[in-house]
């Protein structure tokens, strides 16, 4: 599957079908189907998207939408800062110039009242919590106490997570029921969960993406080792024994997988077309960490009890050398160009510098206590230890030549025994010179600008223990020059405006765009009904009495089904510390409804169940109304990117 957008746009000027001029600039629009190995999941039911021509646009099909501005000359406008929408058309009717200009208006100071079916600029921060579940934030804008846009339960606490390269899946370790949760990044709904050998752990993908692996630290014998997962299919491929204890993965430009087995001291080597062992290198006691360099095409293996990191040679599978330092290494992570190697000491509270060129070690730097994990922006290696609130970064311009580090306050506590996990607390943003970090002894996430002296701002967890955080990416991109390219998963059947704004030079324009049916989507699953929303999105003030109505669909017949006795309704403050229970009453045409009174500002889900039908309270979609009290002023502003500083409260 490949939803990259500069991989599934098609070569030439073909599917430009959509062109406008403004102010001497060309702009052209065009959607991309991309159906390759596409597998989706409607309710239980596995639908293949094959099936469908690869020219048409249907819902629940991944997309590429571009847009490409040439001036007079068709010189290509490269680095632009832009918007789009994706907002269905006000009563079949194509936007004039009017509607289209306070659509972008509306979109722009990202009113409640008037948000788009798909926000083209979006990003998200992702929080894995110890409660089970995972919040979706969306930083940019609050609904008033609340910006949880989605909240995502797992079955178990989560362990460590990875995205698809194509951002459009995530997969979750889950290590207390032995199974990886597979996740739709783009709808954030659970597609399955995978059983696994025991205990699964580390998560990474091998460079191609075609495999997921995840690392089994099974007690049980035959089991410790690594799952192979085909990551199109979500079927497991191999599983492969390696060893003994906590295992870590890389990978190397010669497809092999690198499997470190901390109880036997060894790291096992995987032929990744023949997924069988190779070999096994003993390196010591109690390897914990594994980074992989190009540029000296060598494995690194950093040995907790005896201090010492080894190279092995990606050509010869051997070790060909050893830096040796003191015991106590917990993580280590090499720069992007793998020219550089930062390993931190937990039990000396400091981070080494290695030159991979050389093999040696250049420089100490001091640290908090208890060093544990290390992560990577433009500029800094950020170093969090457990038993310190402040995180420290060591600048990477000039590396080497100066001790120093800068730190930071990361909260008001220290992260300590809730710290234990897998996933990285530390994420850089898109822009690489700012980060977010999660304390979980504090429950909040903080975001920090590189050059303060202190975070500029934080968010809540709604009551939840943050204990991992990432970035989710949703916004256009320059993908070749002057094109300009986002990746989605189609909405619903109907007719849409595509809002485009370009802030210099001052470009406004809709285009319009289509998403058809898809006929698939229609097959029985296992429900006896689905729900159906009479209004796609409710708004609602604190105090006031907001009537939501809403379908059953009977699944076979596609006909609203009247006449159930015991619909049932339970509403979810987002926070999910209040709970409001309703029994629907029949409405008009076959729909139902009930009446509630939202008592404070924030996001609220309402779920049905049907327990003559066999229907929890969790099987069927939910319906979001948002409270807000009304707006006091408005400012026009494009959407903020990571990089500027996220609208936390």
């Avoid at 194509?94 to 979006?122: G, H, W, Y």
Wanted: with cysteine; proline share 7%; aromatic share 8%.
């Amino acid at each position: 599957m490949s939803t990259d957008p500069g991989a599934a746009a098609p070569s030439g000027d073909g599917g430009w079908k959509q062109t406008t001029k403004i102010s001497g600039v060309k702009v052209d629009f065009r959607g991309v189907p991309s159906l390759k190995d596409v597998v989706i999941k409607h309710g239980p039911l596995p639908v293949s998207l094959n099936e469908i021509s690869s020219t048409q646009m249907v819902e629940g099909q991944q997309a590429v939408l571009q847009f490409r501005l040439t001036d007079s000359t068709g010189t290509p406008l490269t680095g632009l800062r832009m918007a789009a929408w994706l907002d269905q058309m006000q009563a079949g009717k194509a936007a004039d110039n009017e509607t289209c200009r306070r659509k972008i208006q509306s979109f722009l100071q990202m009113r409640i009242s008037a948000r788009p079916e798909v926000d083209l600029n979006t990003y998200y921060i992702l929080a894995l919590t110890q409660e089970p579940s995972i919040l979706v934030i969306d930083p940019r804008v609050g609904f008033s106490t609340s910006k949880l846009y989605a909240m995502i339960d797992l079955q178990a606490p989560g362990e460590d997570w990875v995205l698809s390269r194509n951002n459009d899946r995530l997969f979750v370790t889950m290590p207390t029921v032995n199974k990886v949760a597979a996740l739709d990044a783009m709808t954030f709904r659970t597609i399955t969960n995978i059983e696994t050998w025991g205990k699964p752990g580390r998560l990474a993908f091998q460079p191609d993406g075609q495999y997921l692996w995840v690392a089994n630290d099974s007690e049980r014998p035959g089991e410790s080792g690594v799952t192979v997962i085909n990551a199109t299919t979500l079927e497991v491929a191999a599983r492969i024994p390696t060893g003994k204890g906590h295992h870590e993965i890389v990978f190397d430009e010669n497809q092999n997988a690198y499997v470190s087995n901390q109880a036997e001291g060894t790291v096992s080597i995987i032929s990744i077309p023949k997924l069988a062992k190779v070999k096994d290198i003993d390196v010591g006691r109690s390897p914990v960490a594994l980074a992989y360099s190009g540029a000296s095409m060598s494995v690194y293996v950093a040995g907790k009890d005896e201090g010492a990191i080894l190279v092995i040679s990606s050509e010869s599978l051997a070790v060909t050398a050893t830096l040796k330092d003191k015991p106590g290494f917990t993580a280590m992570l090499l720069t992007p160009d793998g020219r550089w190697g930062f390993v931190a000491n937990g039990s000396e509270n400091n981070v080494l510098l290695f030159d991979v060129s050389s093999n040696k070690f250049l420089q100490r730097y001091e640290v908090g206590r208890s060093p544990d994990q290390l992560a990577l922006t433009t500029a800094y290696v950020y170093v969090r230890s457990k038993e310190s609130d402040h995180v420290h970064i060591i600048p990477l311009n000039g590396v080497g030549s100066t001790a120093h580090t800068a730190e930071f306050p990361a909260g008001q506590n220290q992260p300590g025994a809730l710290a234990d996990i897998l996933a990285s607390p530390i994420a850089a943003s898109q822009d690489g010179d700012s980060a977010f970090v999660a304390n979980p002894a504090d429950r909040r996430i903080y975001y920090y600008q590189e050059g303060m002296a202190a975070p500029m701002s934080s968010m809540e967890s709604y009551g939840r223990v943050p204990k991992a955080v990432k970035v989710l990416d949703r916004s256009i991109r320059e993908t070749q020059p002057g094109v300009y390219s986002v990746g989605l998963r189609l909405p619903k059947p109907g007719t849409y405006d595509v809002p485009l704004f370009v802030e210099s030079p001052s470009i406004s324009n809709c285009f319009e765009f289509t998403v058809l049916p898809n006929p698939l989507l229609k097959k029985k699953g296992d429900m006896p009904v689905f729900l159906r929303a009479v209004k796609s999105e409710l708004k609602a003030q604190p105090g006031e009495p907001v009537q939501v109505a809403f379908d059953l669909v009977d699944t076979a017949t596609g006909k609203p089904r009247e006449g159930i006795k015991d619909v049932q309704v339970t509403v979810l403050l987002a926070e999910g510390l209040r709970q409001l229970r309703f029994n629907a009453e029949p409405a008009e045409d076959g729909a139902y409804q009930f009446t509630f009174t939202p008592t404070i500002d924030g996001v609220y889900y309402a779920m049905v169940q049907v327990p003559s039908l066999g229907i929890r309270a969790n099987q069927l979609s939910y319906i979001m109304i948002r409270a807000t009290a009304p707006e006091s002023s408005e400012a026009k502003a494009l959407p903020e990117s990571p990089k500027t500083q996220p609208n936390f409260q």
